[in-house]
């Protein structure tokens, strides 16, 4: 499994616009082979600052998400309502000892 997070400051003035289309995208996302997971956040302190944080069951599944029509389509919506550009990182799961999961740890 993998988690993407992405990134995103938008314009005080559009951000009811891009909580629209983020809805949408994960709306979406969740209809995409792989796709097992995601949550949106919106920060306390900062409301222009986002987070979207997505569970897959592996990184080709993520990177044909990535970079389908659909997803670019919608992503060039949102790009314009962004003060910089977006950042993506992919982070794997680590396994400690011979723990059977991620989410285990040795005993």
Same mark, same amino acid.
């Given at each position: 499994?993998?988690?993407?997070?992405?990134? *995103?400051?938008?314009?005080?003035?559009?951000?009811?616009?891009?909580?629209?289309?983020?809805?949408?995208? *994960?709306?979406?996302?969740?209809?995409?082979?792989?796709?097992?997971?995601?949550?949106?956040?919106?920060?306390?302190?900062?409301?222009?600052? @986002?987070?979207?944080?997505?569970? @897959?069951?592996?990184?080709?599944?993520?990177?044909? @998400?990535?970079?389908?029509?659909? *997803?670019?389509?919608?992503?060039?919506?949102?790009?314009?309502?962004?003060?910089?550009?977006?950042?993506?990182?992919?982070?794997?799961?680590?396994? *400690?000892?011979?723990?059977?999961?991620?989410?285990?740890?040795?005993?």
């Amino acid at each position: 499994m993998i988690r993407v997070i992405i990134e *995103r400051h938008c314009h005080p003035e559009k951000i009811a616009e891009l909580e629209r289309l983020l809805i949408e995208l *994960r709306a979406k996302a969740t209809r995409q082979p792989g796709y097992i997971s995601g949550e949106t956040l919106q920060s306390i302190d900062d409301p222009t600052h @986002w987070l979207v944080i997505s569970t @897959w069951t592996d990184i080709e599944q993520w990177k044909a @998400w990535e970079a389908s029509p659909e *997803r670019k389509e919608d992503s060039t919506k949102v790009a314009p309502l962004l003060t910089v550009p977006e950042k993506i990182s992919v982070f794997k799961f680590s396994r *400690r000892g011979t723990a059977a999961s991620a989410h285990t740890v040795d005993r």
